[in-house]
């Protein structure tokens, strides 16, 4: 991606580290909290970590073309 768009790879880098920031917090108190509530809350994580990999992708292949054509 840096190679293609240093812009697009700094926004992506940056939301990645938020998620992954918030991530950890989580992780940090997971095991003190009950499963009822872990059971919603980790689909939100997991959600927004695949989701933000499809929009790298995306852009990723979306640049490429571009530079091909």
């Not at 918030?22 to 809350?41: H, R, S």
């Not at 927004?48 to 995306?58: D, S, Y």
Request: glycine residues 4%; proline residues 1%.
């Amino acid at each position: 991606m840096r190679l293609y768009s240093q812009a697009s790879y700094d926004s992506y880098q940056a939301e990645f580290q938020k998620i992954g920031a918030q991530t950890n917090k989580y992780l940090q108190i997971k095991d003190t909290i009950g499963a009822d509530i872990n059971d919603l809350v980790m689909p939100r994580y997991q959600f927004q970590i695949r989701e933000l990999c499809f929009r790298i992708k995306t852009r990723l292949s979306q640049l490429i073309i571009r530079q091909a054509g």
